[in-house]
């Protein structure tokens, strides 16, 4: 994959606040950002781990955004790799 994908879902929260909130993640594709009404809540890069990430400061009453960027794996690995003094 090459390229960056953006997964966006709006909802509305009728209660709140809260005391506690965590938005669970499951198998999110290697490199990615959460963003909850543009506030980042968490960055993940591997994709066989399981996140929860605490999202009650980033909730509203009322309408939400989630927001998450799916970076290129394969040009993050490229970034890294080009990053070291190494010659191939």
Not at 26 to 37: H, M, P, R
């Amino acid at each position: 994959m090459h390229k960056t994908w953006i997964y966006e879902k709006e909802f509305q929260l009728d209660k709140g606040p809260f005391l506690e909130a965590i938005l669970n993640c499951e198998g999110l594709d290697t490199i990615a950002t959460v963003v909850l009404n543009g506030k980042t809540v968490g960055t993940t890069n591997n994709q066989f781990r399981h996140y929860l990430l605490d999202v009650k400061d980033a909730l509203l009453q009322g309408p939400n955004v989630l927001r998450i960027q799916f970076d290129s794996a394969i040009q993050n690995a490229q970034d890294e790799a080009n990053a070291y003094p190494y010659y191939v």
